[in-house]
């Protein structure tokens, strides 16, 4: 069974796993569904169908070109946002270690390191140096 289903996938889009807009697809989708079991609204029915049915197209086509474009294209418009996403998760896993403070001339973050008690601490861009306890 195993060996039909490979033999079945070759060749399509999704052989080689799922892409960002296919994941996007099917979050969506659940979303919908667990949103129209409390509202009962048959336009949101008809739209989680509707991205259910695109999402296994998507997969299961042989159109490697137009998937890939597709997924380009929403990689390209949803960049702010994962780039902000990213940037606050690496953040808060910073705050382990380090300690983020601004420069109270010129706004720049900068880093130091936690546990060395009060150090002075100069601006890499404006050199403007200040004490701050870390």
Not at 83 to 91: E, G
Request: a positive charge; aromatic letters at 14%; charged letters at 30%.
């Amino acid at each position: 069974m195993r060996e039909r289903f490979y033999r079945f996938m070759q060749g399509r889009y999704g052989a080689n796993g799922a892409d960002e807009l296919y994941r996007f697809q099917l979050i969506a989708a659940v979303v919908l569904l667990v949103v129209n079991l409390f509202v009962k609204n048959n336009l949101l029915a008809i739209l989680e169908y509707a991205l259910l049915i695109w999402a296994l197209f998507r997969l299961f086509s042989r159109n490697y070109q137009a998937r890939y474009r597709e997924n380009q294209k929403f990689l390209d418009m949803t960049s702010g946002i994962r780039y902000r996403f990213d940037q606050s998760r690496r953040l808060h896993e910073e705050r382990k270690y380090h300690r983020i403070y601004k420069c109270p001339k010129c706004g720049q973050k900068i880093r130091i390191p936690k546990g060395k008690g009060r150090i002075m601490v100069r601006c890499p861009k404006c050199y403007c140096e200040f004490q701050r306890r870390s």
